[in-house]
């Protein structure tokens, strides 16, 4: 039976000005053909698969691809050739634009003429799951209703997109909330480095000795609990709108959430690369956008290992080690029960360290756009924006500022240490009474509070407490308030030069 892969549906928007790729199954011994905008390529099945590549085309349509094999045919409708991304991560990116800051006045006006379609990869555990539900799954045009539950990152990033670019954006969302990045590569990149193989060595402990009979129904014994506890939790709601998350665990239970982690569960390390990440792959993209980290705040030291290895990976798997891929560096945030552990400063420092490192990156900063006390925050619009500003920078030659201060460099003088940045040629900007935030240190690297004094692009910091300066860092807290931007209305990002 002549079958696309699941990614290929009517509304699609292809990748312009790239080799197209297209695939799936067939009977053996068959010749298949795509044609699409006048051009036809050819591919023979083999083991019931085929794969093939058009050749690039410029930004237009609509039009129909037809995929045949002689016998059955296969037709696409009002498929556009655009810009496509994938947008990657956890559930600040998940975040639907139905629940986002100003989310129902766009829908309520929203139409095609925003120039953003969408995909949205089936969140499934197995693939026996990821067969049954990809056969549902479609491209779907901007409409009040289909729009509800598109990423409002990626939304807010692809209507700037594509108003400056005057061209259809393709977003497709392959994301899943509280997954750690480890869920998103496979197994063999988690058990060849001693950096990260801990998660994969930790979950092979979880189930040793256990059949997957056993693991199935515990599984499934989880999934009865953890329902009539979130019916429980949305009855804890209804009563009191603002009940405090402790409050609201004493009278449902244990919060059990994500369940027993085993070859079912969709949050074990690989499970989401193998069933939702390379069901869309090797689907032909301009880049990526990821905005993730949260989920492996518990595991800090490790990540720029961990998400570095992913980056490399998901471009070897496409093909291309140079396909752009854009971060977003966690905002600030904290729970107001929880002390500052500090280990969200360490996955920013992480998260810019892979920008600094890896080829063809681009960053987000969004410090400013943290709520204290809500790891959701609700105005996904600079979010969105800042990535956007990011792509027009990198991949698309367009004299934009993408940037606000980053931190450049340091000299020690005058019984302090002045700071050099990237980005600041205009100097900056104080929101707030005064600028906050820095911190600086002696060789034991134990941090005050500092004073600070701004001569141009410069920052001298300072301290009475500390006579023989060593170090200095900026907004180096799981929340702070933050104070200090360039003229773009980008904050300046936070940084230790003890992390050097």
Same mark, same amino acid.
């Given at each position: ?26 009977? *053996? ?50 498929? #556009?050739?655009?810009?496509? !991304?994938?947008?990657? /991560?956890? +559930? ?18 929203? @139409? ?11 969140? #499934? /555990? ?7 539900? &990809? ?10 209703? +289909? ?12 209507? %700037? ?31 060849? *480095? ?47 709108? /603002? ?28 499970? $989401? ?58 905002? $600030? ?6 002390? @500052?552990?500090?280990? !969200? ?6 998260? $810019?360290?892979?920008?600094?490192? #890896? ?20 105005? %996904? ?16 030659? $367009? ?15 005058? /019984?302090? =240490? ?36 701004? *001569?141009?692009?410069? =920052? ?28 773009? &209305? ?11």
């Amino acid at each position: 039976m002549l079958k696309a892969a699941q990614i290929f549906s009517n509304n699609m928007v292809l990748q312009r000005d790239k080799n197209i790729a297209v695939w799936g199954r067939g009977e *053996d011994g068959k010749t298949v053909s795509v044609t699409l905008n006048g051009v036809t390529k050819t591919a023979a099945v083999k083991e019931g698969k085929w794969s093939l590549e058009l050749p690039p085309m410029s930004a237009g349509g609509e039009y129909q691809m037809v995929v045949t094999d002689g016998t059955e045919t296969i037709t696409f409708c009002r498929v #556009v050739i655009g810009e496509v !991304w994938l947008c990657g /991560g956890q +559930s600040n990116m998940e975040l639907e634009l139905q629940n986002a800051k100003d989310g129902k006045e766009i829908l309520s006006t929203l @139409d095609e003429s925003c120039g953003v379609r969408f995909y949205y990869t089936p969140k #499934v /555990g197995t693939e026996e799951e990821a067969e049954k539900q &990809g056969a549902n799954t479609c491209w779907n045009t901007a409409s009040t209703e +289909s729009a509800k539950a598109w990423s409002a990152v990626g939304f807010h990033f692809a209507r %700037k997109l594509s108003r400056e670019l005057g061209v259809t954006i393709g977003l497709i969302g392959c994301n899943w909330g509280g997954t750690s990045a480890s869920s998103w590569v496979d197994k063999e990149t988690l058990e060849n *480095d001693k950096t990260i193989s801990s998660y994969i060595e930790e979950y092979n402990e979880k189930i040793k000795g256990k059949t997957l009979e056993q693991q199935i129904q515990e599984y499934r014994d989880y999934e009865k609990y953890h329902e009539e506890w979130c019916r429980k939790e949305q009855e804890c709601y209804k009563q009191e709108p /603002g009940m405090s998350w402790t409050k609201v665990c004493e009278i449902c239970g244990e919060n059990k959430w994500p369940g027993p982690l085993n070859e079912i569960n969709p949050f074990r390390p690989a499970g $989401m690369y193998h069933n939702m990440l390379m069901r869309v792959c090797p689907y032909t993209l301009k880049g990526f956008l990821y905005y993730q980290g949260e989920s492996d705040d518990h595991k800090p030291d490790s990540y720029y290992r961990l998400f570095t290895s992913l980056i490399s990976l998901w471009r070897e798997k496409w093909g291309d080690d140079t396909l752009p891929f854009i971060m977003v560096q966690l905002p $600030m945030f904290k729970y107001a029960a929880d002390p @500052d552990y500090k280990h !969200w400063c360490k996955i920013r420092s992480a998260q $810019m360290k892979a920008f600094r490192t #890896v080829k063809n990156t681009g960053i987000a900063v969004i410090s400013d756009c943290g709520e204290f006390d809500n790891i959701h925050p609700l105005d %996904k619009q600079p979010v969105g924006e800042r990535l956007c500003l990011q792509a027009e920078k990198l991949c698309y030659g $367009m004299d934009v500022k993408a940037f606000g201060p980053l931190y450049k460099s340091y000299i020690v003088k005058d /019984g302090g =240490i002045e700071l050099s940045f990237d980005y600041a040629e205009n100097g900056f900007v104080i929101k707030g009474e005064k600028p906050m935030g820095f911190e600086i240190s002696g060789e034991d690297g134990n941090f005050v509070t500092a004073d600070i004094k701004i *001569d141009g692009s410069k =920052i001298f910091v300072s301290s009475p407490e500390i006579a023989e300066p060593r170090y200095v860092r900026y907004n180096w807290f799981n929340y702070a308030e933050v104070t200090i931007y360039n003229e773009t &209305g980008i904050p300046l990002a936070p940084f230790s030069t003890f992390d050097e």
